[in-house]
């Protein structure tokens, strides 16, 4: 016999990033339990809840712009109000559970459960690796009160553990995606233009600076043209300046342009299936979606061994892998050795393609969580 239980997300967020997706893909018909959401009252992030949830979605002027360390007072006041809306939604739903979607998220889980009511369930979905101190402080005082943690990487859940998270109440579930492209086979033979894409938020933490270095070396290096498109919002206005800067400065027979920030629906028409090949150097990186979305269209991913990725990609096989340390100049040389041959730049294509089915199905994620929430597994 199934157990229905009613589940109100939160989801306190001003941007759409991958924590965003994939939360979308795992509620689009998703009927098992009874979902609902309450969010900020930013218009796109509600028009893509409500794409999947109808008017089971709530907005709240107060559920954003959060800042524990820049302006206490402001943020302690929007927390207090947020706390009273979901109390109300709590009470009206019959609400059983209550599902942070990310580290922010969590926060406004444990004060609910010390100011309003102790005996709710709470389930905390960490998206990040704790990069911000505060974040690790908090777990390290208040993880007790959430009754369970689902990491989306072994990487992630390691950051919990160190936090002092009990190993016993965090389950590590792989983000899942929706895919439906078919598989282009040869898609690489006798190419001699490559597409190569920085999909990412700029800021430091992302490093778009690597990629225009090796972007730029690999035109030196190399016969084949390389053409470099990096697209993401502005998270941070001096990185945006110094992305700039260095494309300005550019000197090679190639592309480098900046395409701004491109609605999701629109990266999975137009720009996943001109991909040639996916470039990710992020200093930090759970389990980036950019990589299972390119890798879902058959493309090469060239990431650098951080965090979730190895989870991933395997090196040679399914996709390039370069070393934490390595050089720009490194770095451009094992992408030119890996696109010397076509026939093996399909192999790992189509590797890429299959694992993404086998490994980062969005229904093994929805069977895995909802099992978790019909069981009571806290």
């Known amino acids: 016999m199934n157990v229905v239980k009613n589940v109100l997300i939160i989801s306190a967020t001003d941007t759409i990033g991958g924590a965003e997706i994939v939360l979308y893909d795992f509620l689009k018909e998703n009927r098992f339990h009874n979902f609902y959401i309450l969010t900020s009252n930013n218009k796109m992030i509600e028009k893509g809840y409500k794409d999947v949830l109808g008017d089971k979605v709530f907005c709240s002027k107060v559920l954003s712009g959060y800042n524990f360390k820049g302006n206490p007072i402001l943020t302690f006041y929007r927390l207090i109000f947020a706390l009273l809306e979901i109390k109300k939604i709590v009470k009206e739903f019959s609400i059983d559970i209550l599902y942070g979607n990310n580290t922010k998220d969590f926060v406004i889980l444990v004060f609910y459960k010390i100011f309003i009511d102790p005996k709710i369930k709470t389930v905390a979905h960490i998206h990040d690796m704790l990069t911000e101190k505060i974040h690790r402080v908090f777990l390290h005082n208040f993880a007790s009160k959430i009754d369970l943690f689902i990491t989306p990487s072994k990487a992630c859940a390691e950051k919990l553990i160190g936090a002092d998270v009990d190993k016993t109440k965090i389950k590590c579930i792989y983000n899942g995606i929706q895919y439906s492209t078919k598989y282009i086979r040869n898609y690489y033979d ?88 996916l470039f990710l150097s992020s200093d930090k990186d759970t389990l980036p979606t950019v990589i299972l979305e390119a890798m879902s269209f058959g493309k090469v991913v060239v990431a ?72 009571n597994c806290f």
């Open 190 to 277: 006798k190419k001699h233009i490559i597409n190569i894409f920085f999909i990412g938020s700029i800021c430091r933490l992302k490093r778009p600076d690597i990629f225009i270095d090796v972007l730029n070396i690999l035109n030196e290096l190399s016969s084949i043209t390389f053409n470099g498109y990096i697209i993401g919002p502005v998270l941070e206005k001096s990185c945006f300046e110094e992305t700039e800067k260095k494309i300005k400065c550019a000197k090679n027979k190639g592309i480098i342009k900046y395409l701004g920030s491109i609605p999701h629906k629109k990266l999975l028409s137009d720009i996943y299936p001109n991909i040639d090949i």
């Open 304 to 375: 650098r061994n951080v965090d979730g990725v190895p989870e991933m990609i395997s090196d040679g096989i399914d996709g390039i892998i370069f070393k934490y340390t390595a050089t720009p100049n490194e770095i451009a040389e094992k992408i030119l050795f890996y696109i010397a041959d076509n026939d093996f730049l399909n192999d790992i294509s189509y590797a890429a393609y299959l694992k993404i089915r086998e490994k980062f199905s969005n229904n093994i994620k929805k069977e895995k969580i909802n099992w978790l929430i019909e069981n």
